[in-house]
């Protein structure tokens, strides 16, 4: 399985969108260079809240070009970025992705998935009724979150838009994605 980066992103500080880069440096055990979401224990504000001594699970934010396609079908515009990611991919099946997935990004770097993104009101701040795009039940009430991905960084090195992303499965059995 392989796919693409289609853009990068980051901001040092607390916005809903993450304006793009020609490239983003990934750290190690950190996340992003810069990004206002690295480091080891949680950044995001609600879970410094709640507890500021957790390891972050949630250093790098990767979501599917598809998904633009699919809400842009539903009347809504979304770039890369907008939806506050740092990694843009096209051609990999990142919801379908087992927990501890290594992602091969560029010459160096690898991220390991550790769940999936847990949408938030934000995204209907950004654009009403989007959060009924990326949140929605499947045929058997069961929540589905397409909001993306998070990962930690296990390689550092830089990330530009066209390098290719390679996957490499944990051994099974294979533990399904849970938000983080």
């Known amino acids: 399985m392989s796919g693409t980066v289609t853009a990068v992103s980051g901001n040092e500080g607390y916005s809903f969108t993450k304006p793009n880069r020609e490239s983003v440096t990934l750290l190690a055990g950190l996340g992003v260079e810069g990004d206002v979401h690295a480091g080891e ?14 390891p972050n699970l949630r250093q790098v934010h990767l979501i599917h070009e598809e998904l633009f396609a699919e809400v842009g079908a539903a009347g809504f515009t979304v770039r890369p970025g907008e939806l506050g990611e740092n990694i843009t991919t096209r051609g990999i099946d990142l919801l379908g992705l ?52 998070m990962g930690i ?28």
Not at 41 to 54: E, G, L, Y
Not at 155 to 180: K, M, N, W, Y
């Open 41 to 54: 224990t949680v950044k995001h504000r609600s879970r410094v809240a709640k507890d500021p001594t957790v």
């Open 98 to 149: 087992p927990t501890g997935a290594l992602l091969h990004l560029g010459d160096e770097a690898v991220v390991e998935v550790t769940g999936l993104r847990n949408p938030c009101h934000q995204i209907d701040n950004f654009q009403k009724g989007l959060l009924k795009r990326v949140v929605g039940r499947d045929a058997d009430g069961n929540l589905v979150r397409r909001a993306g991905i």
């Open 153 to 180: 960084v296990r390689t550092g090195g830089v990330v530009r838009p066209g390098d290719t992303i390679s996957v490499q499965l944990p051994a099974e059995p294979h533990r399904p994605l849970a938000p983080v």
